[in-house]
């Protein structure tokens, strides 16, 4: 079934402790479409400055990444910078430069507007619903936010909460989103809002999805060596949403297994900077950890 | 099949962001003893002072808790004071009274030296060693520890791993324990230390078991409302210990099912203080939620 991501194609500078690597291809969309690509074929939306790479852009179309939405506006791609503590835990942002993405007004295609599956990676959200509203009737809309917009946007965000059927967060965010500090209770009180289903991203702690017929919590693949948490979330989304875009249906069965699916694809995305790792990644690797992960969580 | 705990009888006074209760009946023998004696007959063997009150000891009794080798001597019982932050996750200990428990060398009656699966709670690791070598021909045996004796007892601590089947530790005990800040690398250092199993408790986020045939991982159980998690560990090890004493092997069937239960016993400790409410549970309160717990882990 026809999935949509709209998001930032970006350049990450990423430092850690073991590492530091500068210009790298990155952005919500990329990860996302990268992660769904190996169980749907998704539709991207975003944009990049002239300096993008040729090469990036047709590698994403290599894996099947319909790039048609990609607009290509005069100025410099957006660009981000962040070190990581050796915890993993806490980010420092270095930098961010909007560049082409500062004015940045969705343009979904015509042949695009018929997508049943929809994601809104995080942006502003008014700009999520404006890309939102190009699409004619879609089945099941996800959309991501960071505590950016909690914190100054908490109107149009709530606006936005009207018009999606699920809501991805972590755990901080669902606390300050909800005011509550359980997060069952802060889950119930986002899903209040208007979202039928709560996505919960805990890192390394796990991730749970809530709604009205489905409550399923799983921990997070034992990944033994961190390399990069860039992207991990934007790969959970993807690797949830290209299951259940492949599978056509929102049953809890479906719900739950596109959960495994997520939590494979954020664990190969950690073991790696950019999409080294995940882009790289077939779809027997995916079968054989969701397998090993079956096993994990198998009572 | 029986099961053995030598550990504290204790009295606690609990500080948190809600109330403050004194003198509340505590210890990790207690927790243990009382969240066990739901699914097996427990064996107690600790120590008490003049102080402790009769009807605490008659209450235990009541619950099916072999007070046999419980020894009362000269002085006062074991006291504890503790204040947790609003998150749960800090806690600050405002006394410890060791009392009657400074000098405390554990003495099996000869009536339970034939038990088959024990637990030895926090204690300097040559009393836990102390007490298990009274055991004739234990099957199963999981030590609990503490940062303290990490720091303080490492070699005495190294020696007692040799002798016991599963370790008991949180998230930051096994880090320290092992040097590793990754917990899967960290379980598989401790197990390199002697236990066959590592029981790794995280709380709020859940809790894994690793060992040769197993490795089994699961959320902990969605408690909306914490009172006081005093006592959560020693539960949950009281729940695990209890379901697979009743059951009479270790099979990984065994040990998956018993996490549950353990989880499911955690999560009624904390929703009281000392044990208000795991104490008034009834088996069918605990088949209720091990089958909420199922449903929530289950692909």
């Known amino acids: ?31 996302f479409a990268v992660a769904a690509a190996h169980f749907a074929p998704p539709r991207l939306v975003g944009v990049i400055g002239k300096d993008f790479q040729d090469e990036h852009l047709a590698g994403l179309r290599e894996r099947g990444i319909d790039c048609s939405g990609v607009e290509v506006a005069d100025g410099k791609t957006f660009r981000w910078g962040g070190r990581y503590e050796a915890d993993w835990n806490t980010r420092h942002t270095l930098f961010t430069h909007l560049n082409v993405f500062e004015h940045f007004e969705p343009k979904v295609p015509d042949a695009m507007r018929d997508s049943r599956f929809v994601f809104l990676a995080n942006a502003h959200p008014k700009i999520q619903l404006q890309g939102l509203q190009q699409v004619d009737k879609p089945e099941f809309v996800v959309a991501d936010t960071m505590n950016l917009w909690i914190d100054v946007a908490l109107d149009d965000l709530k606006n936005l909460l009207r018009h999606v059927d699920g809501l991805a967060l972590n755990d901080e965010e669902a606390r300050m989103l909800s005011g509550e500090s359980n997060l069952i209770r802060a889950a119930q009180q986002v899903m209040g809002m208007g979202p039928r289903y709560l996505i919960l991203k805990k890192g390394e702690h796990g991730a749970f999805v809530m709604g009205e017929d489905l409550h399923f919590s799983l921990p997070a693949y034992p990944v033994t060596e961190v390399i990069d948490p860039t992207g991990a979330g934007d790969s959970f989304a993807g690797g949830f949403m290209g299951a259940v875009a492949a599978q ?20 190969f995305c950690v073991q790696g900077f950019s999409i080294e790792d995940i882009g790289q990644r077939t779809r027997m690797d995916f079968d054989e950890r969701y397998a090993e992960l079956l096993s994990i969580v198998t009572v």
Chains 1, 2 share one sequence.
């Open 1 to 31: 079934m026809s999935l949509l991501v709209i998001g930032t194609l970006a350049y990450d500078t990423i430092e850690t402790v073991h590492d530091k690597r500068e210009g790298m291809l990155g952005g919500s969309a990329v990860y």
């Open 248 to 267: 056509g249906n929102t049953s809890p069965q479906t719900m739950r297994k596109a959960m495994l699916y997520g939590t494979v694809t954020a664990s």
